[in-house]
Protein backbone atom coordinates (compact mmCIF):
# COMPACT_ATOMS: atom_id res chain seq x y z
CA UNK A 1 0.00 0.00 0.00
CA UNK A 2 2.79 2.54 0.81
CA UNK A 3 3.90 2.05 -2.78
CA UNK A 4 0.66 3.62 -3.67
CA UNK A 5 0.89 6.34 -1.78
CA UNK A 6 3.47 8.17 -3.50
CA UNK A 7 2.17 7.86 -6.93
CA UNK A 8 -1.04 8.86 -5.75
CA UNK A 9 0.10 11.57 -3.91
CA UNK A 10 2.41 13.19 -6.87
CA UNK A 11 -0.81 12.70 -9.63
CA UNK A 12 -3.08 14.38 -6.77
CA UNK A 13 -0.30 17.34 -6.32
CA UNK A 14 -0.30 17.54 -10.41
CA UNK A 15 -4.39 17.77 -10.52
CA UNK A 16 -4.64 20.57 -7.95
CA UNK A 17 -1.96 21.97 -9.46
CA UNK A 18 -3.89 22.42 -13.30
CA UNK A 19 -7.02 23.31 -11.11
CA UNK A 20 -5.12 26.14 -9.61
CA UNK A 21 -3.73 26.97 -12.89
CA UNK A 22 -7.13 26.89 -14.58
CA UNK A 23 -8.70 29.54 -11.70
CA UNK A 24 -5.76 31.89 -12.19
CA UNK A 25 -6.18 31.64 -16.14
CA UNK A 26 -9.83 32.59 -15.61
CA UNK A 27 -9.34 35.07 -13.55
CA UNK A 28 -6.47 37.00 -14.69
CA UNK A 29 -6.94 36.53 -18.59
CA UNK A 30 -9.19 38.76 -20.19
CA UNK A 31 -10.66 37.52 -23.09
CA UNK A 32 -11.69 39.27 -26.88
CA UNK A 33 -14.90 40.22 -26.73
CA UNK A 34 -17.37 41.80 -29.51
CA UNK A 35 -19.19 45.13 -28.99
CA UNK A 36 -22.48 45.85 -29.21
CA UNK A 37 -23.49 49.01 -31.60
CA UNK A 38 -26.03 50.02 -33.27
CA UNK A 39 -25.76 48.26 -36.11
CA UNK A 40 -24.87 44.97 -34.02
CA UNK A 41 -22.25 43.29 -32.26
CA UNK A 42 -18.33 43.97 -33.65
CA UNK A 43 -15.12 42.32 -33.05
CA UNK A 44 -12.85 45.27 -33.05
CA UNK A 45 -9.26 45.09 -33.51
CA UNK A 46 -8.32 45.47 -29.73
CA UNK A 47 -9.90 42.13 -29.78
CA UNK A 48 -6.98 40.37 -31.83
CA UNK A 49 -4.25 42.01 -28.51
CA UNK A 50 -6.93 40.59 -26.14
CA UNK A 51 -6.59 37.33 -27.29
CA UNK A 52 -3.02 37.60 -27.18
CA UNK A 53 -3.46 38.20 -23.70
CA UNK A 54 -5.33 35.51 -23.26
CA UNK A 55 -2.19 33.14 -24.47
CA UNK A 56 0.30 35.17 -22.68
CA UNK A 57 -1.35 34.72 -19.59
CA UNK A 58 -1.73 31.01 -20.35
CA UNK A 59 1.93 30.83 -20.90
CA UNK A 60 3.01 32.67 -17.90
CA UNK A 61 0.95 29.86 -15.60
CA UNK A 62 2.01 27.48 -17.90
CA UNK A 63 5.97 28.43 -17.16
CA UNK A 64 5.86 28.94 -13.50
CA UNK A 65 3.92 26.13 -12.91
CA UNK A 66 6.18 23.91 -15.06
CA UNK A 67 9.03 25.57 -13.34
CA UNK A 68 7.77 24.18 -10.28
CA UNK A 69 6.93 20.54 -11.21
CA UNK A 70 10.47 20.07 -12.57
CA UNK A 71 12.31 21.60 -10.17
CA UNK A 72 10.39 19.19 -6.87
CA UNK A 73 10.44 16.33 -9.27
CA UNK A 74 14.18 16.64 -9.22
CA UNK A 75 14.64 16.92 -5.48
CA UNK A 76 12.18 15.17 -4.34
CA UNK A 77 12.44 12.00 -7.10
CA UNK A 78 15.80 12.41 -8.04
CA UNK A 79 16.50 8.61 -7.38
CA UNK A 80 14.53 8.27 -10.63
CA UNK A 81 17.58 9.02 -12.37
CA UNK A 82 16.54 9.26 -16.42
CA UNK A 83 13.48 8.46 -15.48
CA UNK A 84 12.47 12.29 -14.68
CA UNK A 85 12.85 13.07 -18.10
CA UNK A 86 9.53 11.20 -19.18
CA UNK A 87 7.55 11.73 -15.94
CA UNK A 88 7.85 15.87 -15.90
CA UNK A 89 7.33 15.55 -19.35
CA UNK A 90 4.27 13.92 -19.09
CA UNK A 91 2.92 15.77 -15.43
CA UNK A 92 3.52 19.19 -17.37
CA UNK A 93 1.43 18.03 -19.98
CA UNK A 94 -0.98 16.64 -17.50
CA UNK A 95 -1.16 19.87 -15.70
CA UNK A 96 -1.37 21.95 -18.98
CA UNK A 97 -4.53 20.02 -20.30
CA UNK A 98 -6.11 20.32 -16.56
CA UNK A 99 -5.44 23.86 -16.90
CA UNK A 100 -7.00 24.37 -20.37
CA UNK A 101 -10.00 21.69 -20.40
CA UNK A 102 -11.06 23.38 -17.11
CA UNK A 103 -10.47 26.98 -17.77
CA UNK A 104 -12.18 26.57 -20.91
CA UNK A 105 -15.45 25.07 -19.36
CA UNK A 106 -15.36 27.48 -16.68
CA UNK A 107 -14.36 30.77 -18.65
CA UNK A 108 -16.88 32.36 -21.06
CA UNK A 109 -19.21 31.00 -22.76
CA UNK A 110 -19.29 30.93 -26.91
CA UNK A 111 -21.50 33.70 -27.85
CA UNK A 112 -25.18 33.33 -29.39
CA UNK A 113 -27.99 35.16 -30.32
CA UNK A 114 -29.84 34.58 -26.74
CA UNK A 115 -26.23 36.28 -24.69
CA UNK A 116 -26.44 39.28 -27.28
CA UNK A 117 -30.67 40.05 -26.04
CA UNK A 118 -31.30 43.13 -23.90
CA UNK A 119 -27.98 44.22 -24.53
CA UNK A 120 -27.82 48.02 -25.10
CA UNK A 121 -24.80 49.95 -27.35
CA UNK A 122 -21.16 49.64 -25.94
CA UNK A 123 -21.89 46.16 -24.04
CA UNK A 124 -19.29 43.71 -24.57
CA UNK A 125 -19.87 39.90 -25.24
CA UNK A 126 -16.65 38.05 -23.99
CA UNK A 127 -15.34 34.94 -26.55
CA UNK A 128 -14.53 31.92 -24.78
CA UNK A 129 -10.85 31.27 -23.61
CA UNK A 130 -8.70 29.33 -25.70
CA UNK A 131 -5.30 28.68 -26.92
CA UNK A 132 -4.84 28.93 -30.63
CA UNK A 133 -2.10 26.22 -31.71
CA UNK A 134 -0.93 23.12 -29.84
CA UNK A 135 2.41 24.68 -29.78
CA UNK A 136 1.66 27.12 -26.84
CA UNK A 137 1.00 24.12 -25.19
CA UNK A 138 4.57 22.97 -25.44
CA UNK A 139 5.74 25.71 -23.72
CA UNK A 140 4.64 23.26 -20.50
CA UNK A 141 7.37 20.86 -21.09
CA UNK A 142 9.81 22.95 -21.87
CA UNK A 143 9.75 24.66 -19.05
CA UNK A 144 9.39 21.54 -16.61
CA UNK A 145 12.43 20.18 -18.42
CA UNK A 146 14.49 23.43 -17.99
CA UNK A 147 13.95 23.49 -14.32
CA UNK A 148 14.89 19.39 -13.96
CA UNK A 149 17.46 20.46 -16.05
CA UNK A 150 19.29 23.34 -14.20
CA UNK A 151 18.23 21.79 -10.53
CA UNK A 152 19.51 18.51 -10.91
CA UNK A 153 23.00 20.02 -12.36
CA UNK A 154 22.91 21.57 -8.73
CA UNK A 155 22.37 18.85 -7.05
CA UNK A 156 25.39 16.27 -6.09
CA UNK A 157 25.52 12.91 -7.87
CA UNK A 158 24.11 9.85 -5.76
CA UNK A 159 25.82 6.73 -7.34
CA UNK A 160 23.89 3.85 -5.73
CA UNK A 161 20.03 3.56 -6.63
CA UNK A 162 18.06 1.87 -4.21
CA UNK A 163 15.15 0.84 -6.03
CA UNK A 164 13.06 0.59 -2.29
CA UNK A 165 13.64 4.08 -1.86
CA UNK A 166 11.42 5.18 -5.34
Do not use: H, K, N, Y
Not at 21 to 28: D, E, N, R, T, Y
Not at 91 to 107: D, E, F
Not at 118 to 138: C, H, K, Q, Y
Amino acid sequence: MRGLIRPATWIATLVVLGVAGAIVWVQAAEPAAFVVTQRGAVLSEEAASEQFGVVVAFVVIGVVSSLLVGAVAAVVLRRLGWLLTPLVLAATLLVGGITWRLGTWWGPDAPDAASAEGLGVGDRIPLPLGIDSFAVMLVWPIAGLLALLVVTSFLPVDDELDPSEV
